[in-house]
């Protein structure tokens, strides 16, 4: 992953790129930025620059013996931790090292992966991904060894939110005195669920959104589409070099047809419906439900900015535009924070493990009736 391979974050890559020059390089960072900014190939393309035989000032080679194996991910310093599930072939205890196959074709395919796009390469769309206490036994294990190549082994930790306190604390000694010539970069897109004994043994890197002119520069040059068509894309993806992506391919979220139903049968009172509704989807899984209510209160945002601001500051394209359209003015000023103070109520509690069906069959009864005063 060469820096130039990643729109914007000009600061950033000059930050690293000085770091690294200088040998002011830190043995932890945390790389911090919501999907699709590029916190993941920004740490790829840190680490490989490290390593390069060959640096260039504002890039690495891309032609070393290093730089040609990280390209495909291959350098063997160079670690990576996933979260990960058993799935039907790998039962147990599952690791990273169980799906590197995967991860490598996976980031290779898109290094601007969402943990959805993961998910889906995995297969495993019923059971909530972790990294487990293995795999900190795995990170001890693989850093007590010496640098196969080069003068950095070097340890990616996507989506570190995912990693669970047991496996978080085992982490924290060798996070404090890390084995010389080692470095760790944690890259995760909400620091609020990781352990603040993490937090403080690393240095923060925050990684803002992609300016606008710079997405709409790459979008129009990479893909080739007119200049108009690239800086509305570019505005649309607010910073999300991912969501660019799906703007691109016209990707209508599949959360929406189901959304769309949902509404229609809350605002209609469809109670037989609702229960029909329910009782399936109380089978999926946990993380189907999360994405679920995470993309309601997405499409509810952007209901309630149509209201205040009008189409021009709605996030969103086709049948989905045309649904915040129609469904929009429904969702008044005074129902509207309401329903998303239940989406968010609800998304904790499937977090908690509720019970699904009292779970959705409640909030669609609550959410049915505040339609139904907000049409009065
Ligand atoms: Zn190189």
Known sequence: MLFG???????????LISTAQSGRISHARLFFGVEG????????????YINCENKQPTDSCGQCSSCLK???????????????????????????????????????????????????????????????????????????????????????????????????????????????????????????SILPTIISRTQLLKIKPIEGAEMAQYLEF????????????????????????????????????????????????????????????AKEGREAQKSFLIYALGVIRECIMYNYLGEDKVKLTGEELTFVKQFGPFVTNSIGPRIIAELNRACEHVERNANPKVLFLDISLTVSDLLKQASK
């Not at 979220?253 to 609702?274: E, H, I, T």
């Open 37 to 48: 900014v590029g916190a993941l190939p920004l740490a790829v393309a840190y680490a490989q």
């Open 222 to 281: 990479l893909h080739n589409i007119p200049a108009a068509q690239a800086k509305n894309i570019a505005f649309l993806a607010g910073g999300s070099y991912r969501e660019a992506q799906r703007l691109l391919n016209q990707e209508t979220d599949a959360n929406f047809p189901v959304f769309r139903q949902w509404m229609r049968d809350c605002y209609g009172n469809k109670v037989q419906s609702l229960y029909t509704w329910v009782e399936g989807f």
């Open 70 to 192: 990280f390209e495909k991910l291959a350098h063997p310093d160079l670690h990576f931790v996933v979260p990960v599930a058993t799935t039907k072939k790998i039962t147990g205890k599952p690791t990273t090292d169980d799906f590197i196959t995967e991860w490598r074709e996976a980031f290779t395919t898109n290094p601007f992966l969402s943990l959805d796009d993961w998910l889906d390469k995995l297969d495993i769309e019923n059971k909530q991904v972790a990294i487990n206490v293995e795999e900190s036994q795995n990170i001890i294990k693989k850093l007590s060894l010496r640098a196969y190549e080069s003068e950095y082994k070097i340890m990616v930790v996507w989506m570190i939110e995912k990693m669970n306190a047991a496996a978080s604390n085992k982490l924290l000694k060798i996070l404090e005195e890390p084995p010389d010539k080692t470095l760790f970069i944690l890259v995760c897109e909400n620091s609020d």
């Open 5 to 15: 391979q990643i729109p914007g974050q000009t600061e950033i890559k000059q930050h």
